[in-house]
């Protein structure tokens, strides 16, 4: 399981992962850069920070930390120095995001990105083995799709889709000609099926072994009705169903701990608005859990 971490400060940030990581399978944490368009500390810098600060813990010195990347951020130079940086941290895991579609010229995008890191295995031994995650958008269209091919052949391999409130498939609603699911019945299962049958269909078109690609089903638990309609009315392409708000109204710890068990058979990928939504859903999971004992 992923957990994107947005740090506070070196004193909570030690006490409050430890916290999730007793609670929660955690394997890596995800630091984002510059999240909700607010100032927060560099994340190679964060990331480094915390790995040298958990490496002595036996019981969590397995785990990845992992820095974002946000292009759109940087100049081709700047974005060239950040990635040099992660030699001198040893990190091999990062997360690249934001710029499929370039908001300014002189913005870096995604592509840029990649085409730099593969650039820089060619001189620099040490990217070669670099572990490269990315987001990828869960509206099924040509654009997305041909964004998914693209970021496979740079070397891509892992996938963290946007929060999904729809789970389990249950009747494929797919038109191959539309290159579309209806929003309102596009679940996860529905999207994994058919980013699946995308591999193996690329498999057989590239003739190369892409079989190792993982997806992880992005999981944001949110703690009220009004919550939901503030993340739909930015339009950040996250599908909401009328049915998660009801349960919002009704309960909200309760609607959203239905869709962690439903997602315990795939990778989840959890994020937070506020700290403290992600605090209460974990108190209600370990109740729940000492009933289940």
């Known amino acids: 399981m992923i957990f994107e971490y947005i740090p506070t400060n070196p ?23 510059n999240p909700v368009c607010s100032h927060h500390p560099e994340s190679i810098v964060v ?43 040893n990190i091999k895991k990062i997360a690249i995001i934001s710029g499929d579609t370039k908001v300014q010229k ?3 995008d995604t592509k840029t990105a990649l085409q730099l890191i593969q650039t820089l295995k060619t001189s620099e031994a040490y990217f070669t083995d670099m572990d490269i995650f990315c987001a990828i958008n869960s509206d099924i269209v040509p654009q997305t799709i041909q964004s998914f091919h693209t970021k496979i ?18 009747i494929s609603c797919y038109d191959s000609k539309e290159y579309k699911y209806s929003k309102e019945k596009l679940s996860y299962g529905d999207f ?14 590239m003739q190369t072994d892409i079989k190792n690609i993982t997806f992880y089903c992005g999981f944001l638990p949110l ?26 109204e009704h309960d909200p710890l309760q609607q959203n701990f239905k ?22 859903f974990l108190n209600f999971y370990m109740q729940y859990t000492k009933k289940m004992i």
């Open 11 to 33: 004193q909570n940030d030690k006490q409050q992962i430890k916290k999730i990581c007793s609670i929660l399978p955690i394997s890596h944490i995800l630091i984002p850069s």
């Open 106 to 108: 002189s913005s870096i």
């Open 259 to 280: 869709i962690f068990q439903a997602l315990q058979h795939y990778n989840i990928s959890m994020s937070y608005i506020k700290f403290k939504d992600i605090q209460q």
């Open 153 to 170: 052949q740079y070397g891509v391999r892992h996938f963290i889709t946007q929060p999904f409130y729809n789970i389990v498939s249950t």
């Open 47 to 89: 990331s480094n920070h915390l790995k040298m600060l958990f490496a002595k813990e036996i019981s969590l010195c397995h785990i990845d930390f992992i820095p974002t990347i946000k292009t759109s951020m940087h100049t081709l130079e700047s974005l060239q120095s950040s990635l040099l940086s992660l030699r001198y941290t």
């Open 192 to 205: 994994l099926s058919f980013y699946q049958h995308k591999i193996e269909e690329y498999q057989q078109h």
């Open 223 to 248: 703690m009220s009705k009004k919550q939901a309609l503030n993340v739909i009315n930015k339009k950040l392409g996250i599908s909401i169903p009328f049915n998660y708000l009801i349960g919002l």
